[in-house]
């Protein structure tokens, strides 16, 4: 059985950092892409980052580039989001979403495997 468990969601202040968690079970990790999604209260879900399974290559979008960073850890089935600077509009459920695929074009459309998500608020 194929789990995606996210961790260390919370609270913080604009300006503030978070370093988000993924942990993978029950696929071989190492051979899929990974990466990070995010649905704000009323809006559609949207493509944060992601990267690809040997961590060669990383994607962000726009509005996290700079700020946000991607990183995996095969051994440990883990994927990691460091952020920082963050902002109110960072605000957001995040989910670790895992696929065959991943490139400059297509990253944002992973969906074959999904967590159920870590809540991040960014107060002004």
């Known amino acids: 059985q194929v789990q995606l468990v996210e961790s260390g969601g919370g609270s913080v202040q604009a300006g503030g950092s978070l370093r988000l968690s993924c942990v993978a079970s029950?696929?071989?990790?190492?051979?899929?892409?990974i990466g990070w999604f995010r649905q704000a209260p009323g809006k559609t879900r949207e493509a944060v980052a992601a990267?690809?399974?040997?961590?060669?290559?990383?994607y962000y979008a726009d509005s996290v580039k700079g700020r946000f960073t991607i990183s995996r850890d095969n051994p440990k089935n883990s994927l990691y989001l460091q952020m920082d600077s963050l902002k109110p509009e960072d605000t957001a459920t995040y989910y670790c979403?895992?696929?065959?695929?991943?490139?400059?074009?297509?990253?944002?459309?992973?969906?074959?495997?999904w967590g159920q998500g870590t809540l991040v608020t960014v107060s002004s």
């Open positions: 029950g696929y071989t990790y190492s051979k899929y892409c």
């Open positions: 990267i690809s399974s040997a961590g060669s290559f990383t």
């Open positions: 979403a895992a696929d065959t695929f991943c490139g400059s074009y297509n990253w944002k459309m992973m969906n074959k495997y």
